[in-house]
């Protein structure tokens, strides 16, 4: 273990942090490492500031984002206290906003959380020098009217440039150590020598501007300037400086304070601010400053434009199969390709997530665009490597033109967009420029989506119900709840026509809850006419995944006043690769309660029984693909596989899309335990599904 640091002794220090278990860690940590301190908490700016004007402590360490006064705020109100604070930010906000204002303020430092404490100890021995070096000097200025070799100790002391200059001949008479050491001099290079001579000033009419003032105000004090060391290093600092009389001789007394490493900083956060962490490429913003800088230029110059949109096609696949890291690195790569393919004068960007932004400007015709997408396709072409496994991966890309498909920024990347998912819905890896068509179908696609958040209050949804038939028994055990919409203009629209779009625009979650909330209340009157029927409802991915999707389902049962063992709930299998520790724990939640969970259309995604038997998952319901086409022998024999495989892990197997007897005899043979298909019962409302329920022979049974 490290040996206790010794540099704050008889050092109080103010730890202000609203998280109680991360201020207890850093207090704990502290103590640990530094056992002389004495540390005062607070959980808040306000009552951090209150301690500070009570013990008025050495050092600060604070977080920034808190409740009641955040830690800019307390920051500056302890500057006016005292401008000398040292504060140190602890913080898991590295929005530039922030950062800059810390700086602005004169934070001296801070630490980005998750807290790396070697990193957080490191500063703190620096302000602890600091700390001891500014006692010091605060000491030998208290002597310093008593002694002149203790003004010369508090000369030599201060970390800061020193240096004394005579007036009439600009000789340099003394300087300290910080000096020689930070400029790389010896001191017989520096004693009578002017600053030109050492050619210490990298503008030398900053010199001679800071003379001029001095004789008018007498001093100046932070002028930021730039110097020169010995090697040549340039160095950024404030300069203060005031005139002295010793002897009867005039002298110059210099201060420069090196804020060299503050201003590499502000560049540091600039950069981030501005750029993709991942890949260093420009993010959304810049690259949209630059869209509207270059839009500029070429509307002067009556030049083409164009913005490119790429998504990388099941980029998704990657991160489930290989991992996030991988996924990472595939990112980095394509960043890495692109910029090698493009002009010198085009902008590659990532803008989120899969997706990049290309910028073409200066273009003389509209035919440039096709050499340089062809390149971006082309570099597509070769695998990519990653951990040692080659993956070929293609992207959509979608075009737009100034001036031919718009003006303005935010409707070039619009068009832009619409162009890439018409190319990805074509077949995906192919190129796509904005025209009319795709106009057309954009705006019927917006039209639609506003419609259909529309539909439930206008009335305008409806449900039918489908029979489930048990094979054991010959009984209807159950109705599928199947979503209708009936558009005031286009007429009956089947899910197929609408329910990708409702889930990609998040329009899905209210339909959802609607569905759930009718289906359970016409089952549950059913139910109280004597028919002994469980309720089957469809869930896409999105409605699965949403926050709330316990707290809803559990609300609608409640209201309805429905039993659990009622429900059913049929997921897609993209669901169940997708499922993440949250939705795992809501489904456990509900089984247990007593809803039962299926796998829908299974076969025809990329789920696997192994992950399967992690999961609450009752039955396999197999898609309609297989069941269409069972008299082809291969088809047959993956659907008893099915069956078998589902059986031995303890599952029931559902059979969707049964049309023909003999597929019904099939599925009997075989051991399958539920059918459900035009044969059994088409979808129907409410009503006439009623009447189907009172239509069975004598028994129960249907006699089919």
């Known amino acids: 273990m490290e040996q206790p640091r010794q540099r704050f002794n008889d050092v109080s220090l103010l730890l202000v942090e609203d998280e109680i278990e991360s201020r207890e860690m850093l207090a704990r940590m502290l103590s640990l490492n530094y056992p002389g301190i004495r540390i005062y908490t607070a959980d808040d700016g306000r009552s951090g500031l209150e301690l500070y004007r009570q013990y008025q402590p050495d050092l600060v360490v604070t977080d920034i984002n808190m409740p009641q006064m955040n830690g800019i705020a307390m920051a500056r109100e302890i500057k006016l206290l005292n401008p000398d604070a040292t504060i140190v930010a602890v913080t898991a906000h590295s929005e530039t906003a922030y950062l800059m204002n810390a700086i602005e303020i004169g934070m001296d430092h801070y630490i980005l959380k998750p807290v790396n404490y070697p990193e957080l100890f490191r500063v703190l021995d620096r302000v602890g020098e600091k700390i001891t070096l500014r006692r010091l000097v605060a000491q030998q200025v208290s002597a310093l009217r008593a002694s002149e070799r203790r003004f010369s100790t508090i000369f030599q002391a201060t970390p800061d440039l020193l240096s004394i200059a005579n007036l009439v001949d600009g000789k340099l008479v003394e300087v300290n150590e910080a000096f020689l050491k930070v400029l790389g001099y010896d001191r017989d290079e520096v004693i009578g020598s002017s600053g030109e001579e050492l050619g210490l000033w990298l503008d030398p009419a900053q010199a001679g501007s800071l003379l001029v003032e001095l004789s008018e105000k007498g001093a100046v004090r932070d002028i930021e300037v730039r110097i020169r060391s010995k090697s040549g290093q340039e160095l950024e600092g404030l300069v203060s400086a005031e005139s002295i009389e010793m002897d009867g001789t005039p002298f110059l007394l210099t201060l420069f304070k090196d804020i060299s490493e503050r201003k590499r900083l502000e560049q540091v956060i600039k950069h981030q601010a501005q750029h993709d962490v991942l890949t260093d490429l420009p993010n959304r913003k810049l690259f949209m400053d630059f869209l509207a800088l270059e839009l500029a230029q070429a509307r002067r110059n009556r030049k083409n434009l164009a913005v490119l949109f790429l998504d990388l096609d099941h980029f998704k696949q990657i991160n489930d199969t290989l991992g996030h890291a991988a996924g990472d690195l595939l990112l980095q790569s394509v960043a890495q390709r692109l910029k090698a393919c493009v002009r010198e004068s085009d902008t590659v960007a990532r803008i989120g997530g899969d997706e990049f932004n290309v910028l073409m400007p200066d273009l003389a015709q509209t035919d440039d665009v096709g050499t340089v997408v062809s390149k971006i396709m082309g570099v597509f072409q070769a695998p990519f490597r990653l951990e040692g496994v080659e993956v070929k991966v293609g992207t959509s890309v979608g075009i737009s033109m100034f001036p031919a498909d718009g003006d303005s920024s935010e409707e070039l990347l619009q068009k832009a967009d619409s162009a890439m998912y018409a190319a990805k819905q074509n077949r995906g890896n192919s190129y796509q420029f904005y025209n009319s068509e795709i106009n057309a179908r954009t705006v019927n696609r917006q039209n639609l989506e506003r419609q259909l958040r529309q539909a439930v209050a206008r009335g305008e949804l409806e449900l039918l119900y489908q029979p489930l038939l048990s094979l054991g028994n010959r009984r209807i055990i159950a109705a599928e709840a199947l979503l209708r919409w009936h558009h005031p203009e286009r007429g009956l629209l089947l899910p197929d026509q609408f329910i990708t779009m409702a889930e990609e625009t998040g329009a899905i979650v209210p339909i959802g809850e609607w569905v759930i909330h009718q289906a359970l209340a016409q089952v549950k009157q059913w139910q109280e006419k004597g028919f002994d029927l469980a309720l089957a409802v469809n869930l896409s991915n999105r409605e699965f995944h949403q926050p709330h999707f316990l707290e809803q389902t559990l609300a609608a049962l409640s209201q309805t006043g429905i039993g ?134 004598p028994g129960g049974a249907i006699p089919l």
């Open 564 to 697: 659990a063992g009622t429900l059913q709930m049929d997921i897609p299998e993209r669901a169940i690769m997708d499922n993440g520790t949250a939705s795992r724990q809501n489904m456990l939640r509900l089984t247990e309660a007593g809803v039962a969970f299926s796998v829908d259309d299974f076969g025809v995604g990329s789920s696997s029984l192994q992950r399967i038997r992690q999961l609450p998952i009752a039955k396999l319901k197999i898609d309609r693909s297989f069941i269409r086409d069972l008299d082809n022998p291969d088809n047959l024999d993956v659907v008893t596989a099915m069956i078998c495989m589902s059986h031995s892990l303890k599952l029931k197997v559902n059979a969707v899309g049964v049309e023909r007897q003999e597929q019904l005899e099939l599925m009997q043979n075989y051991g399958c335990d539920e059918v459900q298909g035009d044969l059994i019962g088409r979808p129907l409302p409410a009503a006439q599904f009623e009447l189907m329920l009172v239509r069975p022979a």
